[in-house]
């Protein structure tokens, strides 16, 4: 079977909603899922392929989203839907795309840009799964969007710490005991500035959160439109695991923007653009102080004020010596010189 | 006499190639058109990868070939690729086979068709790229089709039937093809290579109907289970997996009349056993040193025969212990091992051992353990297994105990 | 020989830890009058969710053979006790998909005791709890809801209160000096919570229940296909795309028929149609797909998927346009927007009685900042939980207008 001619790999071309009255109105993620009252990662999946539209394929691994959604032989999913492993993110969006390139190509299926979308947690996408990733983030020539969505634990096992979970958070892998009050003392991971940094010929690397739907939105259809394989990192509040009443989702969500814990940027091309209230930070606007955050959720209801003082100090680093604030960790220049000068 | 493969008509078409096992499932790949194929590189079996490039690049096969950072993604990309209707094809050895294990559980549920080339070879640790068949053994029970070749011939056809099978609707399952490290992956031997035409009337499109994952087919593939599903699933499976007789009975069927040439028997090589007595059971190569010994203990006037088990699954039972039960007594040289199983025989001769269970007549059955890690199998080892089973013939009797053959003791 | 079988029916992550303090509780009571026990949480709920019903079991005999009948299982066939520390559950229990709706009776025994925490009468309670074809008890403890999450629990005696309940249901195994010792040697044991489970022993209310009393609703169940039947490849058929709500106008999803949100929720949003402004908050924030688009752009949350978080009611910028409220003061699923088209003023009228009622609008659904649930547990008893009205979280908290 010889190459067609009217596979051209392109994408589909998906603008922008113009405000929230614009944005789709039909649902590609129904309702019937078992999903936690309030989870935020339910309201991103929702937002994704609302976004995305209906000629998508998800690949979905192993985590809340998979087993919570796909209720014990059910589905909520109105677009084709599959399971992949924990750590196969990568490779299911991989894998998809060069079948339907491959099939397209040489004449065995209709071409036409179809989406591909394979979304993993935290822990399957920032720990088992980053190898892949990085892999499908090389293949230039295979369209698809890679969405991290963290809840910062894995939450599908009943609560468990993974490299993306906040220092010092009260997990079963990380009880605050008598002896030992803080057993988790790694930093949360920086996957999405890892990501945007280590793959040169990836075009889009964007931190979202759903508590702002639109910008959400919008990073997707961006991410989608642009071609080649691309990343997005979701900050989802998550009340089962962070412990706290449902109706806080919301308001969690935008609090880890306004404290500056979790930016919002996107890396198109190599270029760094702020967005949303990380944007007022970096334009100079206060950030709000992290107890604020933290002590509205249950998970950190250990938390003596030596923590949050550590928290806030860590915090305050990434925006006061990283050389891209909150995006890549390289201290600036005159920061490196002036430790040097004190030695 | 042992019905020898009856002579092709003259097979003008076919080109005759000198290539290894390796470079054999190559030609049949080109043959059938493959999709999209993952490579990582583990000795032996990458020797396929690298002829699969060549033909790539040399624009004999269009295919996506993606090298992929590891096994568990190599083998994930293709079972994805396949859920959108492409047809794939992946490999590995060893412990490259056994990284990508995750995958491998999950492919035959999902009733996904990938074929797969496994270049046995032995298990880490320590590193030893040998042959040795634990690698492919490993997935017997979770529905893959397994079978062993032994000549680059048979590992180009095998390919060729292998798709036709995996892709049969009724059937859905992944098929892993072994080849035994070196001895067939990398020895080139003259290879009859047919002619497209040919391969296209024999081997269908791949069409993954209604569980094509496609927005014109919206499905939800592989929702969690509980306790409510899960055993309706496996039985699923079992059902495709017993299918799998027929279908493959009817691929080798076909394959004769297509291609003039192909046993009669799928499942397994009877050599000299119509009047045998002691008839030796054993997979791959090591066939090539049993019908040398068999030859030269024929012509002392010990009546020994050969079955070379073809497809260990479906294990094809009612067949084997026909074949079987006329021999007064039976040797099995297992090319593995299975430590702390009964009688600590190796995997072929437990499965021969519970295929005789219902037999009417049960000779005794003596296991033996030779070849691992590469070991050549040799004469004086086949001769001393020979020896021990008249010897059980004669005392009526099979003994507990599996005997390690070649190992400096 | 003799064995007591109770199950513990709850609301996931809310009544988590609750619950398994009440299944140990039963079976460490029960093991002072050396009887064997096990308690086990029911596998198929895990990994459980916010608010979706669980179950935990406790099972105590006198020896260990008959206690091995009820091992080696998910869920057992019959109670003897069956607790329910959340009477909004009194509609119904639906776990996950294709279980139905489970009446909260169904699986105790003919004469056993359904033990629930509930400020409710007895007859609005039967308003709910489906009828069953055998007559049987139910006991109250006159309490709210203990809610709180997973690593911060609040300490307000649910626990002990049903261990004392349970001394007076089933003296023959938990006599009350049992269930005190025992509490009394539990990590969140005190003597004071031994009083609270003496108070409960004595002031538990109990009432004879007939075949006649009761919901008679039939709960919705389902029929699982054969192995034949399913299709291949472990796929199943995605969910058919939406339609528009009338004419053309408005949408509403299709959603998942085999799994529906009534017994998630413990409070559901009361919409106040006139005072919304179309801003599209509740739609477009809320994580279960709930609100049908209406002709008018308003937005009917759809009581089929409606899981009760309350994010809708903290986005919306409208003071009291959406409300949140107690499930039990509801006696179906209707919808409100529908109602409210037939008949502005008849459903203004019903409306404002949700709205207004204090008890039914208060809120302690788990942790909102440190100390909250000791300053719940200061309130009197009906009033347990944050005044919500201060401070609505949510984007446009600080511009809510009324």
């Known amino acids: 079977m010889a190459e067609t001619t009217t596979f051209t790999n392109a ?333 | 006499m042992a019905v020898v493969t009856k002579a092709a008509p003259a097979a003008s078409e076919d080109k005759e190639l000198l290539i290894s096992g390796s470079e054999a499932v190559a030609e049949a790949l080109t043959l059938a058109d493959i999709d999209v194929v993952t490579a990582y590189p583990i000795r032996p079996y990458d020797t396929v990868m690298q002829a699969i490039a060549k033909k790539i690049a040399n624009g004999n096969l269009v295919a996506e070939y993606i090298v992929a950072e590891g096994e568990h993604s190599q083998f994930e990309i293709v079972k994805h690729a396949s859920t959108v209707g492409a047809r794939v094809f992946c490999g590995s050895s060893g412990v490259g086979w056994m990284y990508a294990m995750e995958c491998l559980v999950v492919t035959p549920p999902l009733r996904v068709p990938m074929v797969a080339l496994v270049g046995n070879r032995a298990l880490d640790d320590p590193g030893a790229f040998g042959v040795e068949h634990n690698d492919a053994l490993v997935v017997r029970d979770l529905g893959w089709l397994l079978c062993w070749i032994d000549t680059s011939q048979e590992a180009l056809d095998t390919t060729l039937i292998a798709y036709r099978v995996a892709e049969d609707r009724r059937i859905f399952l992944p098929i892993a093809i072994s080849a035994d490290g070196a001895f067939l992956t990398h020895s080139q031997a003259l290879t009859m290579v047919p002619p497209k035409a040919k391969v296209d009337a024999f081997l269908p499109r791949y069409n993954r109907g209604d569980l094509l994952l496609h927005p014109d087919n919206p499905i939800t593939v592989a929702p969690q289970a509980n306790e409510d599903w899960v055993i309706e699933i496996r039985r699923q499976n079992d059902e495709a997996m017993k299918r799998a007789y027929t279908v493959i009975e009817e691929a080798y069927a076909d394959f004769r009349r297509v291609f003039g040439r192909g046993p009669e028997n799928p499942w397994f090589e009877e050599y000299m056993t119509d009047d045998a007595e002691v008839i030796l059971v054993g997979m791959g190569t090591i066939s090539l040193p049993i019908k040398v010994a068999i030859r030269e203990m024929r012509a002392k006037g010990k009546k020994v025969g050969l079955v070379r088990l073809r497809w260990f699954r479906p294990f094809p039972t009612d067949r084997l212990v026909a074949a079987l039960s006329k021999a007064q007594a039976i040797g099995v040289i297992d090319r593995n091992y299975s430590f702390g199983s009964p009688f600590a025989s190796g995997v072929v001769a437990n499965e021969i051992r519970a295929a ?54 | 020989m003799a064995a007591l079988i109770c199950e513990i029916v709850y609301r996931g992550i809310f009544q988590k ?157 938990l006599s009350l000096d049992g269930v005190s010792q025992a509490i009394r040697e539990m990590e969140w044991g005190s003597d004071i919570k031994v009083e609270s489970a003496k108070k409960a022993y004595d002031r538990i209310e109990t009432r004879e229940v007939k075949l006649t009393e009761g919901n008679d609703e039939v709960p919705f169940s389902f029929e699982m296909p054969k192995w034949w039947e399913m299709r291949e490849g472990v796929t199943i058929p995605a969910i058919p795309l939406g339609k528009p709500k009338e004419a053309g106008k408005g949408y509403v999803p299709e959603r998942n028929p085999y799994f529906k949100k009534y017994t998630t929720r413990t409070m559901r949003p009361v919409i106040n149609f006139d005072t919304c402004v179309k801003c599209t908050l509740c739609w477009i924030q809320c994580p279960d797909s709930c609100f049908d688009v209406m002709p008018d752009g308003t937005y009917d949350a759809n009581m089929d998927s409606c899981c009760g978080c309350g994010v809708c009611e903290a986005v919306c910028p409208v003071e009291k346009c959406i409300t949140m409220v107690n499930e039990s003061v509801f006696d179906d699923n209707a919808s409100q927007w529908e109602m409210w088209r037939k008949d502005k003023d008849a459903y203004r009228t019903w409306m404002t009685g949700k709205i207004d009622d204090k008890q039914a609008t208060v809120r302690s659904h788990g942790f909102r900042f440190r100390g909250q649930y000791e300053e719940e547990l200061k309130t009197e008893l009906d009033t347990g939980g944050v005044e919500i009205t201060a401070g609505i979280p949510g984007e446009n908290a600080q511009h809510k207008t009324s």
């Open chain 1, 11 to 343: 994408t589909q071309i998906l603008e922008p909603f113009r405000g929230v009255k614009k944005v789709t109105i039909e649902e590609y993620f129904t309702s019937g899922h078992r999903t936690c009252q309030g989870c935020e990662s339910a309201l991103v999946m929702k937002l994704m392929v609302k976004a995305s539209g209906p000629r998508t394929i998800v690949l979905g691994s192993t985590g809340c989203m998979y087993v919570a959604n796909t209720t014990y032989y059910t589905t909520p999913w109105v677009v084709p839907w599959m399971h992949t492993q924990l750590g196969s993110s990568g490779s299911a969006a991989l894998g998809t795309a060069a079948g339907l390139k491959a099939l397209m190509k040489k004449g065995k299926m209709k071409s036409e840009p179809i989406n591909v979308i394979a979304f993993c947690g935290d822990g399957g996408g920032a720990d088992m799964g980053l190898g892949a990733i990085s892999a499908t983030l090389t293949h230039k020539e295979y369209n698809s969007l890679i969405l991290l969505y963290d809840n910062e634990s894995y939450a599908n096992t009943d609560i468990q710490l993974s490299g993306s979970t906040p220092y010092g958070a009260n997990t079963t892998f990380s009880p605050p005991g008598t002896v030992k009050r803080l057993i988790h003392t790694r930093w949360k991971k920086n996957t999405a500035g890892m990501l945007a940094a280590g793959h040169t010929e990836c075009r889009y690397v964007a931190t979202v959160c759903p508590s702002y739907a639109v910008e959400m939105m919008n990073k997707v259809r961006r991410a989608l439109s642009i071609g080649g394989p691309t990343f997005i990192h979701s900050l989802d509040p998550c009340p089962k695991g962070w412990d706290y009443d449902p109706m806080l989702s919301h308001e969690l969500g935008e609090l880890a923007i306004e404290t500056g814990i979790f930016p919002l940027y996107e890396v198109e091309d190599g270029q760094v653009k702020y967005y949303g209230k990380t944007k007022a930070i970096v334009e100079g606007r206060a950030r709000k102080p992290v107890r604020e955050y933290l002590l509205k959720q249950g998970r950190f209801a250990h938390f003596l004020e030596e923590d949050l003082h550590y928290f806030q100090k860590k915090v305050d680093e990434m925006w006061e010596q990283w050389e891209i604030p909150a995006v890549v960790p390289f201290r600036r220049l005159d920061a490196t010189k002036a430790a040097l000068e004190t030695k």
């Open chain 2, 356 to 409: 005789m269970y219902n037999a009417a007549r049960r000779p005794p059955l003596l296991s033996f353990i030779c070849g691992l890690g590469g070991r050549e199998v040799t004469l004086e080892d086949v001769n001393k297994a020979t020896d021990m089973c008249y010897g059980a013939a004669q005392s009526g009797k099979s003994d507990s105990k599996t005997h390690w053959l070649g190992v400096r003791e």
């Open chain 3, 17 to 173: 830890n609750l619950a398994a303090r009440i299944a140990r509780g039963i079976v460490l009571s029960a093991r002072k009058s050396g009887r064997w026990g096990i308690a086990f949480g029911r596998y198929g709920d895990s990994p459980q969710r916010n608010g979706i019903p669980a179950k935990d079991f406790a099972i105590v005999a006198d020896s260990k053979e008959e206690l091995e009948q009820n091992m080696a299982r998910y869920e057992p066939k019959h109670v003897d006790v069956t607790i329910c520390v959340d009477d909004t559950l009194s509609k119904g229990v639906e776990s996950w998909a294709w279980y139905g709706l489970q009446p909260i009776n169904r699986l105790t025994v003919p004469n056993g005791t359904v033990l629930m925490t509930s400020l409710q009468r007895f007859d609005d309670l039967l308003e709910d709890i489906h009828k069953k074809d055998a007559p049987y008890k139910l006991s109250l403890i006159r309490a709210k809801a203990s809610f709180s999450g997973l690593w911060v629990y609040k300490e307000d005696h649910t626990e002990v209160r049903i261990l004392g309940a349970l001394a007076r249901i089933a003296p023959s195994f």
